[in-house]
């Protein structure tokens, strides 16, 4: 079962799982999920799409009979600066969530699990590149507690329970089918007026990105790899971009060279968002596996493909 499987990482991922020769069953409410992601699997048999709500138990218990012998939990709330606004989102996208996931599972005797988690839960001052023993861990965003949190249950799910469980700290994913995000969010921006972009902050804001393809490919290579009872990775790549250095991509990808970039001021986007991030990713390398895309070339690539999935290419 993949949770939130028709989004944007887990239709790749499914993609991924498929061509691998496993059945998949699709867990997604569609919030932010398109069955045209994974349609041609659906059509084909390899995967069947279920559209419930992971907040409520029952429909995840019911799902959860039909012979299911790993998760793979990536649904989540996909907007951060939302749970700013109604506080409650995180708790029941995320941390209830999880729970309802965990707990089916263990009544239906599933003991296998991944979970996206995310750079986030580190919090603003860890050192940088920040290794996965990191700690204490001290979010600063409702989206973060509530990664943080399903964590927690899921180590607790593994020690009281014996089930193995591999955790992903996500750096940030990009690439095709993207629904949101900083470069998603430029470009709509220039096709709404093409002379001015804005963006939130001062623009110094830089963190690791790594395209979808990548993320996907990590998640299926680390699994295969490790069978320790909690495996705990950080996926990313070797560097770091920043806002200021997307704002040009994106304009110069669009064609609109004569946009004035214009910065809203102030060292972060958002309330809740962490200025600078940089996973350490020794873990993920020593394992064997290593990305094909920087930050940069996924940046460029995400805006490539999105442009023309968008429709605004020439």
């Known amino acids: 079962m993949v949770t939130g499987g028709a989004g944007f990482i887990g239709s790749h991922l499914i993609d991924r799982l498929v061509a691998e020769g496993d059945t998949v069953l699709v867990f997604d409410n569609l919030s932010s999920g398109q069955t045209s992601f994974i349609e041609h699997h659906l059509n084909s048999g390899a995967a069947e799409h279920i559209q419930g709500d992971l907040r409520n138990f029952e429909d995840v ?12 939990h990536l649904a989540a709330n996909p907007d951060i600066r939302l749970g700013t606004r109604v506080t409650d989102t995180d708790l029941q996208q995320g941390t209830v969530s999880t729970y309802n996931v965990l707990e089916a599972m263990r009544r239906h005797d599933v003991k296998k699990i991944a979970f996206a988690s995310s750079s986030v839960v580190y919090g603003e001052d860890a050192p940088l590149p920040t290794p996965e023993n990191h700690g204490p861990c001290l979010p600063i965003s409702l989206y973060g507690a509530s990664k943080q949190a399903g964590e927690g249950l ?27 995000g900083v470069i998603f969010d430029f470009i709509h921006k220039l096709k709404k007026d093409s002379t001015r972009l804005e963006v939130l902050g001062n623009g110094l804001q830089e963190k690791s990105y790594m395209e979808v393809g990548d993320c996907v490919d990590a998640i299926v290579h680390v699994m295969k790899t490790t069978d320790d009872s909690l495996n705990l990775y950080n996926l990313g790549s070797h560097d770091t971009a920043s ?7 994106v304009v110069e990808v669009t064609g ?4 004035r970039i214009e910065y809203t001021g102030g060292d972060r986007g958002w ?16 394992s064997g596996f290593d990305v094909s895309m920087n930050s940069e070339d ?17």
């Not at 218990?61 to 793979?72: E, H």
């Not at 309330?271 to 020593?286: H, Q, S, T, W, Y």
């Open 256 to 259: 609109c060279n004569d946009a």
């Open 243 to 249: 806002v200021r250095r997307i704002a040009e991509i």
């Open 61 to 72: 218990l019911s799902a959860m009979g039909q012979g299911v012998d790993r998760v793979i």
């Open 154 to 180: 899921i180590s607790s799910w593994v020690g009281t329970f014996g089930f193995q469980a591999w955790i992903f700290r996500f750096a940030n994913i990009i690439g095709a089918r993207g629904t949101h």
């Open 298 to 314: 996924a940046i460029r690539h995400t805006a490539e493909v999105l442009l023309k999935e968008i429709g605004l290419e020439e």
């Open 271 to 286: 309330a809740g968002d962490v200025p600078r991030a940089r996973l350490a990713i020794d873990k993920m390398l020593e």
